[in-house]
């Protein structure tokens, strides 16, 4: 079983449009992070939200962590195909320093 | 420049045949991992060693082994590759007191 799970898999969407990725938990974490891949390339972290409810702006991007702490969520503003990538969240358990969940990603295809 | 490195890149081998992936990081991190990334299963921990001689077990550890004799190094021993281990592998490092944690840029392993 999964720990964080993902919606949706896939996302094809047109240049400028809105979306909205969603990584849901019935577990509680102390973080939850936001990693981007790109073919060939390992993950590379685009942001972490920390605190219940902490919302934060990476340009275009908007990060949000749940009140609970259980969920966080990733919306892009307009879209561009420079957007392109698999998207995933990863959450740190309190007591599990060294362990870190990943959810099974959400791969964004914006075309021109 | 900072950075992880995993040596190969592309491995291709035969059922039964022992093979290393180094992993090596110049960043002074105490936190090293490694995972797996599969389509549609997307990034499991195998395992995760929280300083020098301290490892332990991720979500996958079953056929492979690690070991952190130095803190810069973190090495994956596959001591009797199966098909089932084919895959694309990362290494990964963080400090101890900050989540981001640096990928490196994978090894993709073929077993035959």
């Known amino acids: 079983t999964q720990l964080l799970e993902q919606s949706p898999q896939f996302l094809s969407i047109q240049e400028g449009e809105n979306l909205t990725v969603y990584c849901n938990s019935s577990s509680v974490f102390s973080s939850l992070q936001w990693y981007r891949q790109e073919p060939g390339e390992g993950p590379v972290l685009l942001v972490t939200v920390v605190t219940g409810g902490e919302v934060k702006k990476l340009k275009r991007l908007t990060f949000q962590f749940g009140d609970a702490r259980k969920d966080s969520s990733l919306h892009i503003t307009a879209a561009q195909p420079g957007d392109t990538g698999l998207y995933l969240c990863?959450?740190?358990?309190?007591?599990?320093?060294?362990?870190?969940?990943f959810g099974r990603g959400t791969q964004l295809t914006v075309w021109p | 420049e900072a950075q992880v490195t995993q040596n190969p890149r592309y491995l291709i081998t035969v059922t039964g045949k022992k093979l290393t992936v180094t992993c090596s990081q110049n960043m002074n991190h105490e936190y090293m991992s490694w995972y797996r990334q599969d389509p549609g299963l997307g990034l499991r921990q195998i395992y995760y060693?929280?300083?020098?001689?301290?490892?332990d077990k991720g979500d996958v550890p079953e056929g492979y082994k690690v070991s952190r004799k130095e803190k810069r190094n973190f090495p994956l021993i596959l001591e009797s590759p199966s098909p089932n281990q084919t895959s694309l592998y990362f290494c990964?490092?963080?400090?101890?007191?900050?989540?981001?944690?640096?990928f490196g840029p994978g090894t993709r392993l073929t077993v035959l």
């Open positions: 990964a490092s963080r400090h101890r007191s900050y989540n981001e944690q640096f």
């Open positions: 990863a959450g740190v358990r309190g007591s599990t320093l060294g362990r870190l969940y």
């Open positions: 060693s929280m300083n020098v001689e301290v490892t």
